[in-house]
């Protein structure tokens, strides 16, 4: 389930015995964590009712006696666990432990148990403990482009930002998925307006640090669509990020190679849309170009290996200009 | 800096510190003692501080030398102490370079040990007496053992990370409360002082209050001087000053979980009663530690059972009429309430087997430990 089916579940008053809050978002899994609290225990005695274990240093002992507990004065109690494969060797002992506690939960209604995790073996056996009596609340960054945007939409409105024509779709693009900093920066941006008043698309230009991780389609994409100002740009994030110039050069001619291929009446393997806008790049050179193209991969390639005067980010952008123009 | 003191007080002054300094080398500058020599009014007196912080918790502890020059200077708290340590029982002189070196010279022994400005070391707060309550180091100590067992250990947990302080308006008496959410202690004590002095309803954290049970423990003053001034709490006995930044939070409102209602109690010795725990605890599940405790017409039957081993079962003769019942704990916060309470005898109280057990000492109603349940 998403964390709004969660949330929708927990506000019409089921509780399972167990859940497992699993993603690489830590806003959502925090956010997931803290309605699951909200939900399970009873203001007043959440001290006496709750415990937070952390996988990396807890023993199964201590995990046995927090799910053994009673609730005082109270219906439940609510466990946490964090992380049960952060410990040394993927936390053998606790994750045994776990497979062996989890569907002993299934009977009794006064514990709940709350596992949360970035990453999990879905192969393991405490994994698959978690089947039956548990739900499994998936907590994945949205994908970049359109989910990113509506989240950033979603959260102006839910900090009572408004954002001008143009500001979502930057913000979007500058952060990237990461929605804590996200979150941070919608805020950020708020304060550069009155109140009240809109937050531009110059102002968040102005505010926000470009931090995006660019894929690095975005370069071959915009090589291949002439598009030689944004090749230039997206290389030097890509650089920036810290890529490597020999992976660069890798992807380049790999990509050419399969222009060159589709150019000759060949076909390149992907999905629908990706052989489809290949076909429109390679429409874009002569078979012969093509050649040349890959021909200049390989000089740079001889060129960043000791053989030329240049640096390897300067051959690089000579490289991306040529391909690109 | 140049100075001449007794081996046995520096060692004692070091000593004192070692506990403070800084282990996690986290600001190296920590992990040294600032050591500062002022003269006296008179010819050839003076003293010789010694300190020590961890940004947490910090103490200052003052010792009488023979001071020729003043001066401050900050050095390894630990190698210094191993040096002091291993020194005759002689005047131990003290001297600094001009490039922060100690020269420590004690009979034929001689040291010479790297040392760093005080400039860089972090400056102790300071405190006025005006908010301070005089209290019988005795019974602060007591106060601190019967509670400190149950705090909180999980870090994420702040505000169950020490003992809750406050003065019962009612009774003028001082409270000591410490819960981990599994078991709660508390101790009220009348301290025959004025506590009007003192801030109510402070949380001082694990490490200040065991700090502050060593102090008290030292056999050279039966009173100590408490105060708390926002967040920040001390203690001064005799010439040593201890400083510790308290726990900002809420501490839970414990009252609730503390049966009122008991319907079954007995009166059992203590240290009857923890032998057959220990002895029953052997056998229970490694993993939870569970005892179950069952009561009928004269008899407190204990056990236990781990699938792996086996079972173990011990029964005592209790004086005991009322219902039947059946409740499990974990045997070690039990062992750890009884030990706490320090009585031959205490009441333990029961209201139902889903509920906290209550364990009042027979010669103190004015101390009390909660443990809470578990599931059989």
Known sequence: MKPAELEAELASGRIRPAYLVVGEEPLLRDEALEALRQAVLDPGSEDFNFDRLEG????????????????????????????????????????????????????GAET???????????????FKAFRDPAAEVRCDPPKPGRETLAFVREEAKRQGVLLGKGAAELLAERVGPALLLLRREIEKASLLTEPGGKVTREQVAAGTCDVADEPIWDLTDAIGEGRSADALVVLAKVLGAGAVPPQLLAALATHFRKLLRMRTGGSAPGPPFVVKKLERQAGRYAPRRLRFCLNAIHETDIALKGAGALSADTALERLVIGLSS | MKLSIAQNELQKGLARIQSIVEKRNTMPILANALIEATKGKGKNSGALSLAATDLEVGIRGTHPATVETAGAVTASAKKLFEIVRELPEEPVEISVTSNSYLEIRCARAQFSLAGSSAAEYPTLPTFSADNTATVPSLLLGEMIEKTMYAACTDETRYNLNGV????????????????????????????????????NGVIIPRKGLAELKRLVDEDDADEVAIGFDGNSGVACKGDVTLFMRLIEGEFPKYQQVIPNEIKSQLVIEVAGLTQALRRVALLSAERSRAVKFELTEGRLCLSSNNPDLGEAREELDVDYAGEELSIAFNARYMLDALNAVRAKEVHLGFQDSMSPARIVPTDDDDSLAVVMPMRV
């Open chain 1, 112 to 126: 709940v148990l709350v596992v949360a995790a970035a990453k999990v073996d879905r192969r393991s056996r405490w």
């Open chain 2, 164 to 199: 809750y302080l406050e003065i019962l308006e009612d009774s003028a008496k001082l409270r000591m409360v410490a819960t981990d959410g599994h078991r709660l202690s508390y101790v009220d004590r009348a301290l025959g002082t004025d506590l009007s002095g003192l801030s």
């Open chain 1, 56 to 107: 990396e240093s807890v023993r199964p002992a201590a995990l046995f006696d927090a799910l053994g507990m009673l609730p005082v004065m109270a219906d439940r109690r609510l466990v946490i666990l964090r992380e049960p494969e952060a410990a040394r060797g993927g936390g053998k002992a606790l994750t045994e432990a776990l497979a062996e506690a989890v569907p002993a939960l299934a009977g």
